[in-house]
């Protein structure tokens, strides 16, 4: 494994735990050499974990849409960047480069790209490992929804496991690292 995607918002949340998770990713991606892939933005949780990465002197990739280079500010300070046409073209170079995904709080996109990796990984379009960094609970709701969704027979238990759910950033990438190999 050597490089993670991270999903996360374009806002940094009400709550200050979000961006210090943000931060504690950043660190224990460069800790275990992992690269960062991510949205390309300057803003909310995106900027607070490149920065964060970068500063530790790790290597970061953002990908990032013409059409919001403007709006999310695209980071000028990371190791590449990549400005393609769409999101379309984004979430498919986002997910080449990466070796697993990572989705920490965050808002529309942030879910409609994590409930895209877990459709590709459960359609066997990829074989990476998909995680969500449960930060103060964050997600608590969303896997309580999954069991009731499964239990109603909508989605199989082996799809519900390809979520992997953990509070600390470095317990995640274990778990991630794991499932990888």
């Not at 050597?2 to 950043?26: F, M, S, T, W």
């Not at 403007?70 to 769409?86: A, M, P, S, W, Y």
């Not at 990796?117 to 449960?134: A, D, E, F, Y």
């Amino acid at each position: 494994m050597k490089a993670i995607c991270v999903y996360c918002g374009a806002n940094p949340g009400h709550d200050p735990q979000y961006a210090e998770a943000a931060r504690a990713l950043g660190r224990a991606l460069v800790a275990q050499n992992l690269a960062l892939v991510y949205g390309g933005g300057n803003v909310g949780l995106m900027g607070v974990i490149a920065d964060e990465v970068l500063q530790h002197g790790g290597e970061v990739t953002g990908v990032i849409p013409t059409a919001l280079v403007e709006r999310e500010v695209g980071h000028n300070g990371l190791t590449r960047q990549f400005i393609v046409k769409d999101m379309h073209e984004r979430k498919a170079m986002m997910a080449s480069l990466a070796d697993g995904f990572i989705a920490m709080p965050g808002g529309m996109g942030t879910l409609e790209e994590l409930f895209e990796m877990l459709t590709w990984s459960q359609l066997g379009i990829h074989r990476k490992p998909v995680g969500l960094l449960n930060v103060a609970g964050f997600y608590d709701h969303l896997a309580g929804f999954i069991r009731h969704a499964s239990a109603q027979g909508f989605i199989r238990a082996e799809h519900v496991a390809l979520m992997q759910l953990e509070a600390e950033p470095e317990r995640l990438l274990q778990r991630l690292k794991s499932a990888g190999a």
